[in-house]
């Protein structure tokens, strides 16, 4: 295998990194979503922190790399053999089909067995390793929010077709983008954890280092990984220390109030940005082997966690909110000047002016804090299916349409405009054809005529 570039090696890319290692100790954060123009070693940064996770406990031969805390899992057989093995760094192309991603049907071992088998797809392959989507605001909406939904929960059940599986899906999602080729839908988003943007820096001799190192990578890439080795080998083990200590980094309360002020301050939409925060800071802390959250971890999680999540506001309600970065400044020059790190003597926060001199209400306490996850109904997009028959598969595929089956009706989707229902809707099962029957489920057919000729040769 190839060398890969050093993670430590990377130059001038300080947020970049911090947001990579800190989701690869928590990952209920969410992922990163890292925004930039081309050639800012976007996925030289990913590709780099998936060589130094730490290798994962899996059951020898589990299709779903399934491991200890799977059990619960059908797919998962727990008497298999733990063995350690490398976590995957799986990429998304672009113009991956849904059924790549989420797994669909074996056709082949279905005809030849006669019995429904599954084929994972990408979602079972990142499971305990790192799930890389170039260009995501590319993909199709559906796609993106089917991704985040499973980043968030940690499961993908599919119900399609005649099957339903459920399996473990917990991944390091980092997803990257350039603004120049299309936005991401704020809903979107608001579901990535942090939100790094990068951009090539303007500084002569930084640039210099760039390229005289990224020269000595491309002349002899195996050298220049042992040049940086013991770097990279110390960063794994902040990592794995990190892991150990972050559920035990205790958040005393006037820090709490700082996280909570903070969301408010900025306009941040919803809870979710209070608990990124808060965890992201708890993160920080074990990282730096310190099992108490200060005030610079807070200020340091909120300048990943807030930047995407902020609500613009109307010139008569005030305009825009100052920038993040004067906000935070503001709370430092109050903790400078004695009145703790932003909260009043009694641990409450203090009141801050809002742009149009007005005191702001009080922000939310820890008591309104709920880990409250948003559901959503994905939908995809049906790929024709160009299946050629088998010669004694034919003639047992009996097709009872006698005319053309009536179209289903239009509905207005949520974005307002109105679209065939059926251009949305996956077949998760199928019935015999009968006089109640409206449309002719085509590839449930052929799939019944296959399955049905592979029984009746297995019983000759």
């Given at each position: 295998m190839s060398a890969q570039y050093p993670f430590s090696?990377?130059?001038?890319?300080?947020?970049?990194?911090?947001a990579l290692l800190v989701n690869a100790i928590e990952p209920r954060i969410g992922g990163v979503l890292i925004q930039g123009e081309r050639g800012t070693a976007k996925s030289t940064a990913a590709r780099g922190l998936a060589a130094l996770l730490p290798p994962a406990r899996t059951y020898a031969g589990s299709t779903f790399n399934c491991g200890p805390g799977d059990e619960a899992f059908e797919v998962c057989d727990a008497s298999a053999e733990l063995v350690d093995a490398r976590p995957r760094f799986v990429e998304l192309p672009i113009?991956?089909?849904?059924d790549r991603v989420t797994g669909t049907l074996d056709l082949e071992r279905t005809l030849r067995s006669g019995e429904l088998h599954f084929a994972p797809g990408l979602l079972a392959a990142a499971h305990r390793g790192v799930l890389y989507i170039d260009e995501v605001n590319l993909l199709p909406d559906h796609l993106v929010d089917l991704l985040l939904d499973v980043a968030a929960s940690g499961v993908h059940h599919v119900e399609r077709e005649g099957i339903s599986v459920r399996h473990p899906s917990r991944f390091l999602l980092i997803g990257t983008m350039n603004p120049e080729e299309g936005e991401l839908r704020p809903q979107f988003l608001d579901r990535f954890g942090l939100c790094v943007s990068v951009a090539a820096p303007v500084d002569a001799a930084l640039r210099a280092e760039i390229v005289r190192r990224r020269v000595a990578f491309e002349h002899d890439p195996e050298r220049f990984a042992e040049r940086w080795a013991a770097d990279d080998a110390s960063l794994a083990r902040r990592l794995v220390d990190a892991k150990e200590r972050v559920g035990a980094v205790v958040v005393p309360e006037p820090m709490l109030e700082l996280v909570t002020a903070l969301c408010v301050e900025a306009r941040a939409d919803g809870l979710r940005p209070d608990i990124t925060v808060y965890r992201t800071a708890t993160t920080l802390a074990a990282l730096d082997a310190r099992n108490e959250v200060e005030a610079d971890d807070v200020y340091r999680a909120a300048l990943l966690a807030l930047p995407h999540r902020r609500r613009r506001q109307a010139p008569q309600d005030g305009g825009d909110p100052p920038p993040l970065e004067e906000l935070i400044d503001r709370r430092r020059r109050q903790?400078?000047?004695?009145?703790?790190?932003?909260?009043s003597p009694n641990g409450a926060p203090e009141p801050s002016a809002s742009a149009n001199g007005a005191s702001e209400a009080p922000p939310r306490t820890a008591g309104t804090h709920a880990s409250v996850r948003d559901g959503a109904e994905t939908s995809g997009t049906p790929v024709p299916n160009r299946v050629a028959l088998p010669a004694e598969v034919a003639p047992h595929l009996e097709l009872a349409l006698t005319g053309r089956p009536p179209r289903r009706p239009a509905a207005v989707t949520s974005r307002g405009r109105a679209t065939?229902?059926?251009?949305?809707?996956?077949?998760?099962?199928?019935?015999a054809y009968g006089d109640g029957a409206h449309e002719l489920a085509t590839f449930a057919s052929m799939l019944r005529a296959g399955r049905r000729v592979a029984r009746a040769g297995a019983r000759a």
């Open positions: 090696a990377i130059v001038a890319q300080p947020d970049l990194q911090t113009g991956t089909s849904e903790a400078h000047d004695g009145s703790g790190s932003g909260v065939d229902a059926a251009a949305h809707q996956r077949v998760v099962g199928d019935t």
